[in-house]
């Protein structure tokens, strides 16, 4: 079956750390798109990649990074610079990043959690 | 920049009722208007999307029209099931940004048997 993973699936971190939460995709998509969601916030872009080694920042990205080294693969790390990680993570894919009506796939989610 | 607005939940119904979550957006040029779903402890799913102007689009039961004169895509269903509970997410895409969804805050639908 196609689809996205994300691994894994809760994650607790202590402050000071940096965490890596990975995303894979079989979907032979072009377009990956990471998410932060917290209680009563919506979703917010934090990192998207239109294309293999190229990437850009989205509304939140301080305190994050990111690398596309592989179509199917979009880890996102936390950094200690991020003030308040705590927070439930989703990744996205879609098969293009230019489209106007492109439907974006998510994972099933992180929750990470800040000791 | 662009922007979506929907109804402040939490919305809880009774089962068989009417439903309506209200979406209201603001948006350069022509965008594509979404209405996804997120079960509890899961990622969202697309529920239905409406590319242009007084399209409808509808998946499940689940309705929504694209007026571009209201700029609105509310939600409704005319009969609830308690296993439509969850959070309902309208997002849009393109208006000044191709690339991207902006999603509204979400509203939380509990359905009572």
């Known amino acids: 079956d196609g689809g996205i993973t994300q691994s894994p699936k809760y994650l607790f971190r202590k402050e000071g750390q940096n965490v890596t939460l990975s995303c894979e995709q079989n979907?032979?998509?072009?377009?990956m798109y990471w998410y932060r969601q917290d209680p009563g916030q919506g979703l917010r872009l934090i990192y998207y990649s239109q294309i293999v080694n190229d990437f850009q920042k989205g509304d939140i990205a301080e305190g994050y990074s990111v690398s596309r080294e592989k179509k199917e693969s979009f880890p996102l790390t936390v950094t200690s610079a991020q003030k308040n990680p705590t927070a439930f993570y989703l990744c996205a894919s879609s098969s293009s990043g230019r489209a106007l009506n492109n439907e974006q796939f998510f994972g099933p989610g992180t929750r990470l959690t800040v000791l | 920049g662009d922007s979506v607005t929907q109804m402040e939940g939490p919305v809880t119904l009774s089962e068989e009722a009417f439903l309506t979550i209200n979406c209201t957006y603001t948006?350069?040029?022509?965008?594509?208007l979404f209405w996804y779903v997120q079960y509890p402890g899961e990622g969202l799913q697309l529920l239905l999307k409406a590319t242009k102007a007084d399209d409808k689009g509808s998946n499940k039961g689940f309705e929504a029209t694209y007026r571009k004169e209201t700029t609105s895509f509310h939600l409704e269903k005319g009969s609830v099931q308690v296993s439509d509970s969850a959070v309902y997410f309208c997002a849009l895409s393109g208006g000044g940004s191709n690339y991207k969804l902006t999603f509204g805050k979400g509203t939380l639908l509990t359905v009572n048997p």
């Open positions: 979907l032979n998509h072009d377009a």
């Open positions: 948006a350069t040029g022509y965008p594509s």
